[in-house]
Structure formats: C-alpha cells, structure tokens
C-alpha cells in the first residue's frame, strides 16, 4: 500500500460526497423555508382580508332587519314616528354607502327607496283649526 488513510471514510471522494449532500441539504432547507414565509404571509394577507370583509356583514344584517320592519308596517298606516326603526336602519346604511366605494350604487338605492317609503308616512296631526264659513268663501271667491 502506497498511501494509508488515517480513518475509514476520509479518502477525497467521500468528503467531496459529504460537502456536496450537505449543500444540497442547506439549499432544499433554504427553499423549505421561503416557502412556508411565502405561505404564512399569504395566510396573513387572507386573514386581514377576512377581517377587512367583516364590514360587509353588517349591512346584510341592517338588510334583514330592514326587511322586518317594513314587513311589520306592511298593511296598516303608520305616522313618523312609527318610522324611526326604518329610519335609522336607512341611516347606518347611508353610513356604509359613503364609506364603502366597492359596493356603493346598491345601498345608494336602497337609501333611496328607505326614503321614499318614509316619505309614505302619515303627516304629524295638528289640532284642527276651524275656519268660519265667511273666511271659506273669501277664500274661494279669490280663485
């Protein structure tokens, strides 16, 4: 024998095996670990996504309860004051539309037809004021 190795397994080709299997190792780990940042941040995005997405619940709600009112309404007179359920779900949708540009042109009409149907309210009764015959046809006459 030429040359005596010191330990079994020192010979160059086993090191140059050993340095080559532990780059490839850091490089799969590197990749590894891009990888579940890319993940974790895209998790991240959709998270605050979800969070963001909440504000649209609510107006679905105020649609609903909206809906029941007006259905509570639906067949006898009511004056103004009846109204003020209707009214201020009208309202807190009014808030949305402006703030939210997304979705504007829907509750824009819905705010439009909750005033219209307030607008079907019975004026507020004042105390009858008697006019005299004479005044009536003063009144007339004047036309």
């Not at 086993?14 to 990888?35: C, D, K, Q, R, W």
């Not at 007179?77 to 703030?99: C, F, L, Q, W, Y």
Request: charged share 25%; aromatic share 6%.
């Amino acid at each position: 024998m030429s040359s005596t190795t010191l330990a079994f397994g020192t010979s160059a080709g086993t090191l140059a095996v050993g340095i080559a299997s532990s780059f490839l190792m850091g490089a799969l780990a590197l990749y590894g670990v891009l990888h579940h940042r890319e993940v974790f941040a895209r998790m991240k995005r959709i998270r605050k996504t979800d969070a963001e997405n909440t504000v649209y619940d609510e107006p679905d709600q105020w649609l609903a309860d909206l809906y029941k009112a007006q259905c509570r309404r639906a067949k006898e007179p009511s004056r103004a004051e009846d109204m003020e359920d209707v009214s201020k779900t009208g309202n807190m949708i009014r808030g949305v539309a402006d703030h939210i540009e997304a979705i504007r042109p829907e509750p824009a009409k819905i705010v439009e037809r909750v005033d219209d149907y307030l607008d079907t309210a019975l004026p507020a009764q004042t105390p009858a004021i008697k006019v005299s015959l004479q005044t009536t046809r003063l009144s007339l006459c004047r036309l």
